[in-house]
């Protein structure tokens, strides 16, 4: 569609929310957001009729795309029928989509606690670990994000923790692997593997296995890059927890319902974790719902024993509407093969044919509609296109990208050194080949900056 410029309403729109909004992550006076007037299907316009493909998903979250009929009329028809109840009783919204989830998870994670996102939900499923458990602390990588609330961005192992570490959160960090800027001196997958995990249980030594509650991943870190594990390395971490008592936890909120053309990514890598969190794609972020999957040993724990936690809206009934839709739509329009068959024959083609011609592309990695470039100022050094943090001035060649690409139409998802390939998981080809071929003109951009 072409949309109608109607340039009064969008200066509205601006005006009340510089006025009244306050922006997360953002220093207030020095942003400038884009007033949308609209979205559908791959796209979102502004109030002076620009389109802009979107390869961002919102933040990762819409996976089928805005304004689903199917998704809308569910989320309409519930609303009719039962628009919200409390979380202390069954409700059919509620119990069908922790069904429909639970057939999806992988091994006995078939108690779903439902929550309003992806970081309360990693902020249960540690409390879940240290109550199972009896152990103060938790175990998280550098190079990882899990969430905006205390105990996730506490566990978030990138610059964002840094105003809100107060020390006392009971984490450690330690480095995951990531072969291409790897801290173990690393020169194949296998090294990178083998010496990441024994630097995992080398840590767990000196902390002692006896204080370790959990050690929280993400299965494939998502905002920090897009870093595959190597494999064997969860099947390691596994080993590892079973060994020591500790609980094993995976953070698919990003990664999750289809983003890795798997309905988990855990299934790309055959290990069951004792919980796991989601959120995001499980609605299409239709309406806000997160939740924590729990294997039987962790439920068991709390069977004649109270869970001490809750939220008010935990199951909200649109949300869970929402999920029943999306979950449903997702099967019946194939869209978690069809993100597996674009990504495989479409998407990493095209990447890495764009990396051989851009000296300012160091690497390319991803699966499924979960993908990114790695920007280097020189691809011997690997030095990156940007310093680690830089702001400002300093990121100056990244805010260049993200500027052209925006101009020719397509929104990016850009963080630090980076730039994801994120489109909804049902994009069609046509649109997706639209969307590199801007890519390509933007990393022209990033390539005046290289050495």
Known sequence: MTPEPHLQAGAAVK?????????????QELIDPLAVAGAEGSYFWDYEGKRYLDLASGLVYTNIGYQHPKVVAAIQEQAGRMTTFAPAFAVEARSEAARLIAERTPGDLDKIFFTN????????????????????KVLSTYRSYHGGTQQAVNL???????ASDSGTAGVVHFWGP?????????????QECARALEHLETTIAFEGPASVAAIV??????????????????????????????????????????????????????????????AKGVNSGYVPLG?????????????????????????HPLACAAAVATINVMAEEGIVEHAARLGAEVVEPALRELAE????????????????????????TREPLVPYNATGQ?????????????????????????????????????ELKEGLAVLDTALSVADEYTE
């Open 291 to 315: 939740g924590v999957a729990i294997s039987a040993k962790i439920a068991e724990t709390f069977a004649e024993r109270p869970y001490p936690g809750g939220l008010t809206y935990s199951g």
């Open 15 to 27: 005006a009340a929310d510089r006025a009244h909004v306050f922006h997360s992550w953002s220093a």
């Open 178 to 190: 990531f072969l291409y800027r790897s801290r173990f001196y690393a020169e194949t997958e296998e």
């Open 357 to 380: 011609r851009h000296p300012s592309v160091g690497e390319v990695r991803g699966t499924g509609m979960f993908w990114a470039l790695e920007l280097v100022k020189n691809r011997q």
């Open 117 to 136: 996102g992806g970081a309360d939900a990693v902020e249960h499923a540690v409390r879940m670990a240290r109550l199972h458990t009896g152990r103060p």
């Open 217 to 278: 991943l993400e299965t494939v870190p998502g905002t920090a890059g897009i870093m595959m594990p190597p494999a064997g390395y969860l099947a390691g971490v596994r080993e590892i927890c079973d060994k020591y008592g500790i609980v094993f936890v995976l953070d698919e909120v990003m990664a999750g319902f289809g983003r890795t053309g798997t309905w988990f990514a855990a299934d790309l890598y055959d290990v069951v974790p004792d919980l796991m969190t989601f």
């Open 394 to 430: 300093a990121a100056t060649p990244m805010s260049a990208f993200a500027a052209s690409a925006k101009s020719h139409g397509v929104w990016p998802f850009v963080n630090m050194n980076r730039t994801h390939v994120v489109p909804p998981c049902n994009i069609s080809e046509a």
């Open 156 to 162: 978030t192992g990138d610059p964002r923790r840094w």
